[in-house]
């Protein structure tokens, strides 16, 4: 297909939608550009490997699902999070010590059940038993959750409508080719709304890129394997830099004169010079020579509030897992819990979060007024929560590093 027949074809299909994608009487013809646009991919496919038989029988009677959270619809809402009403989860929420008590406790069961399988895990990888099983534990609740999505419309409708279509249309033509090649069957090929499939969640290309048959049956298994599922997380996290040996954070008690603007990946050195600057290691916890001489970034999820981590290298690979702070915070608790009854030393606060509409309303006039270059996606994490507090300081209010309604108001006043 040449570039400008495609052309015609992403036309035609916003055309046909945009005139009513909703509608009863236009359903059919929202339908049928979708259709087009399948098509339109089979050269891509071919290119691919997947072969003609499977392109048509996995597309036929493929639809939409123009219900799914991150699609752009003409004429609606974008309906990603920064339209949504509801509140952001704030951590203790999200971090629910019910949650992290009852997964611990299954995982150091699952721990014994799987010993040896993790056993080569953490020799093979480096990557240690707790850590793989955490996600897990996150991703699918030890595979007790089903995920409730058919992959193939997943990634078709991203790659249709979504923000992300160019990524998500790549991840179609990888399904297709897991699909032809046998990898998974359709009825068990789930996925979450964002198309990650399998016990830990991996997209197609992660299969492709991590995938590992630990077990030895001459199959990648993500789905029903639990040590395949298990290697090839650790194997995810290997390729994006896991260091063994290293632990993801060190809970610490800020010093009263904290700076939480710090609280950013570029502001990074060793554990040693925060020490000296007055933050401790909680329960009097003594931390090595070695231990000292990592880099390390200052993390405080409710700015000023609540726990202060010092994050190393692994925490930002644990991120590059699940882009969340909270994600990591859960995974990186949860895996401490499984061989350390503790819970957080400083507890979380009882703040509350604004909307995700409130919080990209302040991102606006943050990168209006200079102080902040990053996404405009609603949610408060690190370059947000910094150049709130930035503008804290130059607007001479408690430097907090927390969205709250006095710095929406202060904000909306200025304008």
């Known amino acids: ?66 219900k799914l959270p991150d699609l752009i619809l003409p004429g609606r809402p974008a309906t990603g999070a920064p339209s949504q009403a509801e509140f952001v989860q704030v951590p203790a929420d999200y971090v629910r010590e019910t949650s992290i008590a009852r997964l611990a406790a299954e995982g150091q069961k699952l721990m014994q059940k799987h010993r040896a399988a993790l056993n080569e895990i953490e020799k ?52 297709l080719k897991l699909l032809g090649e046998g990898v998974v069957a359709r009825k068990d090929f789930r996925s979450s709304w964002a198309g990650a499939t399998g016990l830990t969640q991996f997209l197609p290309s992660e299969y492709y890129k991590h995938g590992v048959d630990l077990d030895g049956d001459g199959r990648k298994d993500i789905w029903n394997s639990v040590p395949d599922a298990l290697a090839s997380a650790a194997l995810q996290l290997v390729n994006k830099g896991w260091q063994p040996g290293l632990r993801w954070a060190y809970e610490v008690k800020a010093p009263g004169n904290v700076d939480c603007t ?96 409130d919080v990209e309303a302040m991102q606006r006039h943050l990168t209006r007024i200079g102080l902040y270059k990053d996404k405009l996606d609603g949610k408060a994490g690190m370059q947000t929560r910094a150049a709130l507090g930035a503008y804290q300081k130059s607007a001479r209010l408690k ?17």
Not at 293 to 303: D, F, I, K, N, Y
Request: with cysteine; net charge positive.
């Open 399 to 415: 430097v907090d590093c927390w969205p709250s309604e006095a710095v929406l108001r202060a904000m909306s006043s200025a304008r």
């Open 124 to 175: 093979r990888y480096g990557v240690p038993a707790t850590i793989v099983l955490a996600i897990w534990g996150r991703e699918t609740d030890y595979g007790r959750y089903r995920l409730p999505y058919d992959t193939l419309r997943v990634v078709a409708t991203q790659a249709y409508v979504g923000r992300r279509k160019d990524q998500y249309r790549t991840e179609f033509i990888l399904a």
């Open 262 to 357: 710090m609280g950013v990946p570029e502001v990074t050195k060793p554990i040693a010079e925060w020490l000296r600057a007055g933050f401790a290691p909680v329960r009097g916890q003594k931390l090595s020579a070695a231990e000292q001489a990592q880099p390390a970034s200052l993390l405080q999820v409710e700015g000023i509030y609540g726990p202060a981590f010092l994050t190393t290298k692994n925490y930002f690979v644990i991120k590059e897992y699940n882009f969340s702070d909270l994600y990591v915070l859960f995974v990186g608790h949860l895996s401490d819990r499984m061989t350390n009854p503790q819970l957080f030393a400083t507890p979380w606060s009882a703040s509350t979060q604004l909307r995700s509409a």
């Open 1 to 66: 297909m040449s570039v400008s027949s495609g052309v015609r074809v992403t036309v035609a299909a916003f055309l046909l939608v945009s005139i009513g994608l909703f509608g009863s009487s236009n359903a059919f013809a929202a339908d049928a550009a979708f259709t087009q646009f399948i098509a339109s991919l089979w050269p891509e496919a071919q290119a691919a490997g997947v072969s003609r038989a499977t392109f048509d029988a996995q597309t036929r009677g493929l639809e939409p699902d123009y």
